[in-house]
């Protein structure tokens, strides 16, 4: 089975703080993703890529940054957090198909950032 | 930006019932899919139906997609307390990316 990993389920910040978020996908997927969710916005794209060192903005990218340096982890950053941030933020890994179409993704628990 | 629409956005039902959420979406897809997120927790795959494809079963679940109309519904027969979840459908407009609807909240009472 597909195991992607967040490394922390809760997580509680002071504005202006550096976060970073760290996700870990095990089945060599080309394709990582992250999103937030928010109560009555549903899921937003914040950032994907496609490969490694390969990035592209989603939706929302204004307040992050991310980072692929190896295949199977894909980090988001936020440079100085702010209580508007305050999320539950969802990494998600899917292999890459031709033709731009995509696959079934596999997300992680998930996790809830609390900025202060 | 396009997005799929779920109806209703919360469902109520009874242990042994059937739970029907629809889904509309407004550009050409290449599939769409449905997913299940329980409480805080990440989202699950539960299927992924074609644009040339009408129906799909797994399990207690069926699938059906409609292109003339942009629409989809999913379909849990003789549910469960454990089926109580939130439901999104998500289209992949040709993007590479998934689009994600609201979601519907089901709750299955015992």
């Known amino acids: 089975d597909v195991k992607v990993t967040q490394s922390s389920r809760y997580l509680v910040k002071r504005t202006g703080e550096k976060v970073f978020l760290e996700c870990v996908q095990d089945m060599d997927h080309e394709n990582m993703f992250w999103y937030r969710q928010d109560p009555g916005l549903g899921l937003r794209l914040i950032y994907f890529s496609y490969d490694v060192k390969m990035k592209e903005k989603g939706d929302i990218p204004e307040g992050y940054s991310v980072s692929r340096e190896k295949k199977e982890r894909f980090s988001l950053i936020l440079e100085s957090a702010s209580t508007n941030q305050t999320s539950m933020y969802l990494c998600a890994s899917s292999s890459h198909l031709a033709g731009g179409t995509t696959d079934t993704q596999y997300f992680g628990p998930g996790t809830r950032l609390t900025v202060l | 930006s396009q997005q799929g629409e779920e109806d209703p956005q919360a469902l109520s039902i009874q242990e042994g019932e059937n739970a029907t959420m629809n889904c509309s979406y407004k550009t050409s897809i290449n599939n769409l899919q449905w997913y299940r997120q329980n409480s805080g927790r990440g989202l699950v795959h539960l299927i992924l139906?074609?644009?040339?494809?009408r129906e799909k079963h797994s399990g207690r679940l069926r699938v059906t997609l409609d292109t003339s109309k942009k629409s989809s519904s999913l379909l849990i027969t003789a549910s469960r307390a454990a089926d109580t979840a939130s439901y999104f459908c998500a289209t992949d407009p040709y993007t590479g990316k998934l689009i994600f609807g609201q979601g519907t909240t089901l709750q299955v009472k015992p």
């Open positions: 139906i074609r644009s040339n494809e």
